[in-house]
């Protein structure tokens, strides 16, 4: 069993940054932000391999958000800079405890753990 607690969220202007954090108990082999707005499908924005470290970015948040892990805290941060309206959703943080699937890493479909998820709120 993995759990997952996120904090973070907030309300910025556009131009602004924030960052989330999600500490993760249980072993995991990938961590992952997703969003999901309003009336909209739940979206991979970013992951990270726990054991290699290897990255992926949607191109959407590309040179835009950043990933990364503190092994020792069991953390996984998503530092988002030039926020943009279109950002706003609200964020999830996922893991998964089993290896690679054929499926991609940004679908939803290869997570099994997920956290409550924190509001992320950008105005023009």
């Known amino acids: 069993q993995v759990q997952l607690v996120e904090s973070g969220g907030g309300s910025v202007q556009a131009g602004g940054s924030l960052r989330l954090s999600c500490v993760a108990s249980g072993v995991t082999t990938r961590l992952a932000w997703f969003r999901q707005a309003p009336g909209k499908e739940r979206e991979g924005v970013a992951r990270i391999l726990t054991n290699s470290g290897n990255i992926r970015y949607a191109d959407s948040v590309k040179d835009r958000f950043t990933i990364s892990q503190d092994n020792a805290k069991n953390t996984v941060y998503l530092q988002m800079n030039s926020l943009k309206p279109e950002d706003t959703a609200m964020y999830y943080c996922?893991?998964?405890?089993?290896?690679?699937?054929?499926?991609?890493?940004?679908?939803?479909?290869?997570?099994?753990?997920w956290g409550q998820g924190t509001q992320v709120t950008v105005s023009s």
């Open positions: 996922a893991a998964a405890s089993t290896g690679l699937t054929g499926v991609s890493t940004l679908s939803p479909l290869a997570y099994n753990y």
